[in-house]
Structures are given as structure tokens and as C-alpha cells.
């Protein structure tokens, strides 16, 4: 007889006591009738007008060249194409209609996505922080594959058996603080963040979360590297402070600033507009992009309101509002060396 399965590993927070994910079911359940997962209102306007306000057509002749200097576009959500190296990286890409199982269920998208998969350039390298619904879209990552993309994929521990069962075989997996060489001189590390994972019912923490440091050393240059920070689902931590001294200042950082409210719940998982800006001080981001809003309806903030609150958060630490670009759903923004 075959000896018993061991138990799947379990990992935790640089901070053990922040556990996060042992949600009692009859917890969720009160949760969600009571409204926690979904917006209490409408934006200002209505979504019609928001949709409007915070969209634009996408350059895809501007996509479609590589560029050695960086270049951002936000697809939505978490969702950003990041170029730089003559290299077309892809974060954390959901383009489906809703953040769920198969695209088709869960928190629904109430922001159209500004391009298809179909419509991606040809990408290099797919960067995954984490496993949950809205950062791992399956059907986003069938459709790419269908299209004739073949890119690396870079996850965290525990997740690449996902990849590899679904014909992603050119899968690396990282533990906290592991790097991995994309090309020669750009170099990407995996950094801890506090948060937790699920994928169904029985694989809770079963898989690690994090972010992602690119660093890029420009070839001939005697500067140090141009560094960009990705870090992923996470709360308020010591983490950005040890990313900092670990690595380095980064230069430019996707800054999540929504998903927040209500407060007793989100607060160990979701940094809020506050604790954002607490997090772009201790990387000493020179500048950042407001990432992780307005797009999904996922929890009780009205989509309009992380620009507002992260307004209040800059002028009370003193930060100039520049810093933080808020980019419209399919934008493409140049970022300053």
C-alpha cells in the first residue's frame, strides 16, 4: 500500500501572527448578504459616465514596437504591460468579464477591458503574484495561448504545477527574495507582501503571494539600475521597508490603492489610500501609477472614491499629487529615466 499523502504546505506572512484566509464560512456568508463584496454606490454619474471618464482607446500601433525605454500601459484592475528592454512583460493579466472561475463568475467587471488578448503584442514574460481570481484569470491565459502566445510565465511557490497542468510547461517558480534573468541585465525578483491565497476550498495558503522588483541595468550606463515595483495584493508591512534596504529605491511603482472598505476586514490584506502612501515612502518610489481600482466590484468603496481618498492621504504626508499618475483604462504612459 502506498504511503498517505503528505499535507499540502502551508505558507504564511513575514509576520506569523498576520494569518489571513481561516475565514469561517458562516462568516462569509453574513459578510456577503450583508454587502462587504460589492460597491454601496454608484460612482458619481452612474458607471456609464465613469466608463467614459476613465477610458481611452488603446495605441496599438504604440504597442506593437519595442521599446528599450519604459512604457506603461494599464489594462485595468492589476493588469499592466510593462516594456522596457525591447521586452513586453504582462502583470497579473484578467481581461475576462468577471474575476471567477472560468471568466464567467464572481466580481463582475463593470469597466470593459481596453484590448483582448487577441489583441496583445507578442509577449516575452507573464509575471503571476498570486492565485486569486482577479490576478489569475484562466480564461485571460487560455485565450493567450490560443492566439499563438508561448511566454514565460514567473510565479510563486506552490503555484507552477497550476501552469504546467494546463500545457504552460516554460514555468518558473519563485520563493521571497529568489530572482530570476529575463534577459541579460533585467533581472526580476520575487518580494514578500502580506496577503494569502485560494484557489478553491481546500488550498488555502497553499500557494505563495508576492510581488515583483524588475531591475534593469542599461547596457554601458554607470547609473544604478532602473528599478520598478509590482508588489502585488497586500496589506500595510514591514515588507517595503526590507524591499528598500534589500534591493534598492525603486524608480517606479504600481501603487494599489482600492479594494479597502470595509476596514475590519480588508485592513491585513488591502492597503487603503493612507497606508499606500506609507508604502510608496518606505520604497522611496519616485514616482508610482494607482493600480487595484476601479475596475472590478469587488468590496464596499465606490469606484470613484480611491482617487479621492488617495488625494486626502498625499496632501497630508505632503506628497505632490504628480507623484502618483492615475492613468485611464487603457492608457499608455511613458516613464521618466
Known amino acids: ?16 501572527e498576520v494569518v489571513i484566509g481561516n475565514f469561517p464560512w458562516y462568516e462569509m456568508a453574513w459578510r456577503s448578504l450583508r454587502g462587504d463584496f460589492k460597491p454601496r454606490s454608484a460612482p458619481t454619474g452612474g458607471y456609464a459616465r465613469f466608463v467614459r471618464d476613465w477610458t481611452q482607446p488603446v495605441d496599438h500601433a504604440l504597442l506593437a514596437q519595442r521599446h528599450e525605454a519604459p512604457v506603461v500601459t494599464w489594462l485595468g484592475h ?18 475576462a468579464s468577471h474575476a471567477g472561475p472560468l471568466g464567467r463568475f464572481g466580481a463582475p467587471r463593470r469597466v470593459p477591458p481596453p484590448l483582448t488578448p487577441e489583441q496583445l503584442p507578442r509577449i516575452d514574460a507573464v509575471l503571476v503574484s498570486h492565485n486569486h481570481y482577479d490576478h489569475l484569470c484562466s480564461a485571460t491565459l487560455r485565450r493567450l495561448r490560443a492566439a499563438g502566445q508561448s511566454p514565460r510565465f514567473i510565479v510563486p511557490l506552490g ?12 514555468t518558473t517558480e519563485l520563493d521571497w527574495w529568489q530572482s530570476v534573468e529575463l534577459a541579460p541585465g533585467v533581472q ?31 547596457p554601458g550606463a554607470a547609473a544604478a539600475p532602473w528599478r520598478f515595483l509590482f508588489p502585488g495584493d497586500t ?21 494599489p490603492i482600492g479594494a479597502y472598505l470595509p476596514r ?70 511613458a516613464i521618466p529615466l
Do not use: C
Request: charged residues 20%; hydrophobic residues 45%.
Open 235 to 255: 496589506g500595510y508591512s514591514g515588507d517595503f521597508k526590507a524591499i528598500r534596504e534589500r534591493i534598492g529605491a525603486v524608480d517606479f511603482l504600481a501603487l
Open 78 to 95: 492589476v493588469s499592466l504591460l510593462l516594456q522596457v528592454a525591447g521586452l513586453n512583460v504582462l502583470i497579473d493579466p484578467t481581461l
Open 264 to 333: 475590519d476586514f480588508m485592513k491585513p490584506m488591502h492597503v487603503n489610500p493612507a497606508d499606500a502612501v506609507q508604502l510608496m515612502l518606505d520604497v522611496q518610489a519616485r514616482q508610482a501609477m494607482g493600480v487595484h481600482w476601479g475596475t472590478f466590484a469587488l468590496t464596499q468603496e465606490a469606484f470613484d472614491h480611491p482617487p479621492r481618498d488617495l488625494a486626502a492621504a498625499l496632501a497630508e504626508r505632503g506628497v505632490p499629487a504628480e507623484r502618483v499618475w492615475l492613468m485611464r483604462h487603457g492608457e499608455t504612459r
Open 159 to 170: 503555484l507552477k504545477d497550476w501552469f504546467v497542468r494546463r500545457g504552460m510547461d516554460n
Open 188 to 218: 526580476v525578483h520575487f518580494t514578500p507582501a502580506q496577503h494569502w491565497s485560494r484557489r478553491s476550498l481546500n488550498d488555502t495558503n497553499a500557494s505563495l503571494w508576492g510581488g515583483y522588483l524588475l531591475e534593469w541595468t542599461r
Open 1 to 16: 500500500m502506498p504511503p498517505p499523502a503528505s499535507p499540502p504546505r502551508r505558507f504564511r506572512n513575514t509576520d506569523a
